[in-house]
């Protein structure tokens, strides 16, 4: 019968952007099914109020944010695997690794865009750290429990991150991975959790409620006419939603209340501007209204009063910090092994190349004869050196591949083209990987649900093509044609799938 087991690393936390190794010890006395094992990044988001309410702390909506080459939080969204950087997996019966893959993040990115169908992406939203928006063009952040209904309060629980080993490791899809013949195993991880660099935290539904929720008309509530007296502790909002999980409000939520104040007693009226800081305590759902109470009144009506432009805005948190506490490795053990005498996979070796800024590049790299897949990743600095994407528009205009003085297409690949697709098709098929989508924009969080991936946002390019099995290494020659007046070659990052063998 199999069982779980958790294996804390060898490096105690608090993880950061200087303290991001992590390693894993795993015992030799067993079989491992890796393909429903998984790393799991734990920590926890600290806010802090800029004024403390009697009823208790706020709780705020948030996403995670890769940082762009400005420094900035960019709105694209990444998948869990982007967390590791670097992936190292050892034993103690192989002199070599087993696997040692750089750069792994720029991979995984690369191959999850052609990989994931946009049913995919927001079918496992609910374990992503990067958040896309919804159908009701919300967002709520990892680890939240925002409740939108009565008056229970909403919670900041812990945040977990998956990250399952076949999505950084091509062991990770082994069902009985043999750590009985191999010996002690040890995973050495690299990951990217610099706040400044790499990973962030951005709020969600704070001061900029209209652009993050993308609808003026969820911005206000019901006017209250003359002849209400007392005190004002409940709003409805004018929206109706047919389904409360379009509804923009949690208990627990800060706003900030706008409205006018108009004593109809006076001739002419007078009208005094309320603007005021409130919690919901209580959420009530009926007929398709939503009535929020708040946790103290907005003001207090006299029988000539009435209240009149009433609207509200997202509060923004004080401070914020993210505190990655600890970090496990969940593995699924056998219960009974599989005999086996020799181990045959497919892995990566990456190799670091730089344009220096050339316009046409075309370079020759000594490729082993092992390599079955070449693929050519050109990570753009100006979105965190993450995505292989042109930001400057269609900066590569073509690309082509030779092997050992032999053209491995009849002409330059064009991006974009119909030929360009057939390579895409062609190398993912040769790695056994299944070509789900051709959109070449990646996603956009702050774009609504519907136009997430449309022209502006910033196009994927994928440069592969599948190469053959020689004797003897291969004189692998990668040319790239650049436009003249969009862009240059920089960074490039070639990854070379290649078999192995290792007798057990």
């Not at 709003?235 to 939520?253: A, C, H, I, R």
């Not at 109809?264 to 009208?271: D, G, N």
Request: aromatic share 8%; hydrophobic share 35%.
């Amino acid at each position: 019968m199999n069982r779980i087991v958790k294996h804390q690393s060898v490096q105690s936390g608090v993880f950061n952007g200087s303290k991001n190794l992590v390693d894993f010890d795993i015992m030799d006395n067993t079989q491992h099914n890796f393909k429903n094992s998984y790393v799991n990044l734990r920590g926890n988001v600290n806010t802090t109020d800029t004024t403390p309410r009697a009823f208790g702390k706020a709780v705020y909506n948030y996403n995670f944010k890769w940082i762009d080459g400005t420094g900035a939080p960019s709105n694209y969204k990444f998948t869990n695997e982007a967390i590791i950087k670097n992936a190292r997996l050892t034993c103690d019966t192989q002199s070599a690794p087993l696997e040692d893959i750089r750069r792994s993040d720029v991979l995984r990115i690369q191959l999850a865009h052609f990989t994931s169908s946009d049913d995919d992406v927001y079918g496992q939203s609910y374990k992503d750290i990067s958040q896309g928006r919804t159908q009701g063009d919300l967002i709520v952040g990892l680890g939240l429990d925002l409740v939108k209904e009565g008056s229970r309060m909403s919670k900041n629980n812990e945040v977990s991150v998956q990250i399952p080993l076949n999505k950084f490791l091509e062991l990770g899809n082994m069902e009985n991975f043999p750590t009985n013949k191999l010996g002690k195993t040890r995973l050495h991880l690299e990951l990217n959790l610099d706040q400044e660099k790499k990973l962030s935290i951005s709020q969600f539904q704070g001061s900029d409620m209209a652009g993050d929720i993308g609808n003026n008309d969820y911005l206000l509530f019901d006017d209250i006419p003359a002849g209400s007296t007392g005190d004002v502790e409940t709003l409805t909002l004018t929206q109706e939603f047919v389904d409360l999980k379009y509804s923009p409000f949690w208990v627990g939520q800060l706003l900030e209340i706008t409205a006018d104040k108009v004593d109809t007693a006076q001739t002419p009226p007078t009208t005094t501007a309320i603007v005021v800081q409130r919690m919901i305590t209580n959420i009530s759902y009926n007929n398709q209204e939503i009535t929020i109470t708040l946790d103290e009144s907005l003001t207090t009506l006299t029988v000539d009063e009435e209240l009149i432009d009433i609207s509200y805005n997202g509060v923004n948190w004080a401070t914020a910090s993210l505190e990655w506490s600890q970090c496990e490795l969940v593995l699924e053990e056998n219960g009974a092994s599989v005999d086996m005498d020799e181990l045959q996979y497919a892995t990566y070796k990456n190799e670091e190349d730089n344009g220096n800024g050339l316009t046409t590049f075309s370079r020759q790299y000594n490729v082993e004869s092992e390599c079955f897949n070449l693929y050519v990743c050109l990570p753009d600095s100006a979105l965190g050196d993450l995505w292989s994407t042109m930001t400057g528009g269609i900066q590569y205009d073509s690309y082509r591949i030779r092997s050992d003085n032999v053209d491995l297409t009849d002409r330059d690949i064009e991006v974009y083209s119909a030929l360009y697709n057939d390579r895409i098709a062609m190398t993912l098929l040769n790695a056994n990987l299944q070509l789900k989508s051709l959109n070449p924009y990646i996603m956009d969080v702050k774009n609504a649900y519907y136009n997430n991936r449309i022209r502006g946002t910033p196009p994927t390019v994928f440069l592969g093509n599948p190469l053959p099995q020689t004797p003897t290494n291969k004189l692998v020659q990668l040319t790239i044609n650049g436009d003249s007046t969009l862009g240059v070659v920089n960074s490039v990052q070639l990854y070379k799938q290649v078999f192995k063998s290792i007798k057990l």
